[in-house]
Each structure stands twice: as structure tokens, then as C-alpha cells.
């Protein structure tokens, strides 16, 4: 192995090391910032909790707010599921008609452009059941990047390549499920990594907004209880579970999307330094 080669490799190991060992430096050097604050400020607790507090708490509290959690995640993935079906289905009607993708789509910006604060007031008049308006207000944050980013990838496939599938013959579906669904596969895995935070963001403030309470409400009704109470330092402890549920989401979906890219897409494969 020559000495360019030896100098590649060496560069290529810091940067993987430098990924996750930088955000951890920048992480760690905040939390002892926000503790050193908290003492050389006097702050009391039920204004802002040190760091440490917060970890136990969050231990502490692990009853009370992991079920909380649960309740949360179901309505998340539920949302996530029901976007990607309605939206990938969606996006392939756009695909194979341009007619109804002009008819429907201006609905679908509606939707993604209208606060789900302005919107809820009317689900709460028109459904009944609590666990179904949840649902609907995280489907309507999380739906429109799969609609958008799908119809784009079903969109920018190569005409040459549609010439070619059309000189030979293919039908219509025969594009779509070798051609065009392949080529959109990079942009639907794209929109599904937004969608899965605004999923959880959209559960999150649909029980918000709902003032959803009792045994089975989840993480939002936590942090609203815990305010009214003071109970501050539980209150740190549900966002602190609710982002890192966000990062695990956010996390776990590149890994899905890298495993199914990186062997044949340009943003998957690693490059040559």
C-alpha cells in the first residue's frame, strides 16, 4: 500500500470517528455549560433543573412517563404508516395521471400549509373518538413530504429511459414497477426520514392541542401536568425523552435508507477521497 493510499485510509478513519466524537464534544461541553450556569447563577430548580437532576428525574419518574411514551409512539408510527401508504399511493395516481395530480394536489398544499392548531378545532366537532383526532393531526404533518417527495422522484425519471421502455413495449405499469418506483426510491426514503420526526412532532402537539389527560394520554399531557404543578424538572425529563424518541427515529430511518442505497445510488455509496 503506497504512501497516497495509507494517507486516504488515515483520513477516511478521522472523519468516521470525527462523526460521532465531535457532536458528543459540542453535546457534553453544553451540558456542563448549562450546569455551570445553574451554580454560578443560583438558579433555583423549579426555574431550571441542572442536567444531572433532570437524568435522575427521568429515572425516577420512569413509571409515569415511559407509558406516557408508549401512548405517544403508537400514535407517531400509526401516522407514519397511514402517511407513507396514502402518500405513495397518492403520488403514484399523480404519476400515471396528470389530470388528477393538477385536480388534487393544490388539496394536498391546503393541508400542509393550514396551522394543525386552526384545523383541530374541526376534527374535535367532526370526530368523536380521542385516539382517531390524534391520529388525523399527526397523518396531516406527516403526510405531505411522502406525497411531495415521492411524486418528484416518480417525476424526474430519465426520458431516455422512458423512450426506452416505450420502444420496447412496456405497459404503463410495467414502467411504473421497473422504472419509475425504483428511480423515485432515493427521494420517498428522503421524505420518509422528515416525516418520521414530523410524525412525532405531530403527535406531540395534537395532544397539545387536544388537552388529552388520564392514564392513557401521552408525553405532551406529562409536560402540560408538570408545568401546572412546577414539577419542572419532570417537565425536562419528558422533552429530554421525547427528543432523544426523535433523534432513534431520525436515526434508525437513515439506517434503513443507507442499507437499501448504498449499493447501487450515488448518495449511498462512499466516494473515493
Not at 35 to 64: G, H, K
Not at 188 to 208: N, S, T
Not at 218 to 244: M, N, Q, T, V
Amino acid at each position: 500500500m503506497d504512501a497516497e493510499e495509507q494517507a486516504r485510509l488515515r483520513a477516511r478513519q478521522r472523519e468516521r470517528i470525527g462523526r460521532w466524537l465531535m457532536p458528543l464534544l459540542i453535546m457534553g461541553a453544553a451540558l456542563i455549560l448549562w450546569d455551570r450556569i445553574c451554580v454560578w447563577n443560583e438558579i433555583p430548580p423549579y426555574i431550571l433543573p441542572r442536567p444531572w437532576l433532570v437524568l435522575t428525574t427521568l429515572w425516577a419518574d420512569a413509571a409515569i412517563l415511559l407509558p406516557a411514551l408508549l401512548v405517544t409512539l403508537k400514535i407517531t408510527f400509526l401516522s407514519l404508516l397511514l402517511a407513507v401508504t396514502g402518500g405513495v399511493g397518492l403520488a403514484v395516481l399523480f404519476a400515471q395521471s396528470r389530470w388528477v395530480e393538477m385536480s388534487l394536489f393544490p388539496f394536498a398544499i391546503i393541508l400542509q400549509v393550514t396551522p394543525i392548531v386552526a384545523i383541530f378545532p374541526l376534527i374535535n366537532i367532526y370526530v368523536d373518538n380521542q385516539t382517531a383526532k390524534l391520529l388525523l393531526c399527526a397523518w396531516i404533518v406527516a403526510f405531505f413530504p411522502i406525497l411531495s417527495n415521492t411524486t418528484l422522484g416518480l417525476n424526474s425519471v430519465d426520458r431516455n429511459l422512458l423512450d426506452y421502455f416505450k420502444l420496447n413495449g412496456a405497459s404503463r405499469w410495467q414502467t411504473l414497477w421497473h422504472l419509475r418506483l425504483p428511480a423515485s426510491m432515493p427521494y420517498f426514503l428522503g421524505g420518509l426520514k422528515i416525516a418520521g420526526g414530523l410524525a412525532l412532532i405531530g403527535a406531540v402537539v395534537a395532544e397539545f392541542v387536544a388537552g388529552a389527560a388520564g392514564q392513557e394520554s401521552g408525553l405532551a399531557s406529562r409536560i402540560i401536568e408538570a408545568g401546572y404543578r412546577l414539577k419542572i424538572p419532570r417537565l425536562f425529563a419528558a422533552l429530554l425523552l421525547i427528543s432523544l424518541t426523535g433523534i432513534l427515529i431520525f436515526i434508525t430511518l437513515s439506517a434503513i435508507s443507507h442499507l437499501i442505497l448504498r449499493r447501487w445510488h450515488e448518495s449511498a455509496i462512499e466516494r473515493e477521497r
